[in-house]
């Protein structure tokens, strides 16, 4: 199970850091990703990281401003978003796929309930 938190309100230009805590204990052979989703559109890839923590992957929208971390002893990944833009705005959600990821969302196994992300001008 993923948990992902740490969504809320700011205002364009500001920091904000998601949080994906997963309850699975092989945590550390996972990669994962991140993507959002507005109402009524298409899930988004903003990035993931891979099960090393060696390489990381960006949609070219984010890939200047967000970054992406993980903690395997708190089985713990963060995305770090900077620089928040208006169309930001989106739910986000941590995602898991065994061993490699994906910028496919349909390739990953295991996904978290959501955090709203809100940017204001």
């Known amino acids: 199970q993923l948990e992902d938190s740490g969504g809320g309100l700011v205002q364009a230009g500001a920091s904000l850091r998601l949080s994906c805590a997963a309850s699975e204990r092989t945590f550390s052979s996972y990669s994962i990703g991140w993507f959002r989703q507005a109402p009524g559109k298409e899930r988004e890839f903003v990035g993931f990281?891979?099960?090393?923590?060696?390489?990381?992957n960006f949609a070219d929208s984010v890939k200047d401003r967000f970054t992406i971390s993980r903690d395997n002893d708190k089985n713990t990944d963060y995305l770090q978003m900077n620089r928040l833009k208006t169309e930001d705005k989106d739910i986000y959600y941590c995602?898991?796929?065994?061993?490699?990821?994906?910028?496919?969302?349909?390739?990953?196994?295991?996904w978290g309930q959501g955090t709203q992300v809100t940017v204001s001008s």
């Open positions: 995602t898991a796929r065994y061993y490699r990821g994906s910028s496919d969302p349909e390739e990953y196994n295991y």
């Open positions: 990281i891979g099960w090393s923590a060696i390489n990381t």
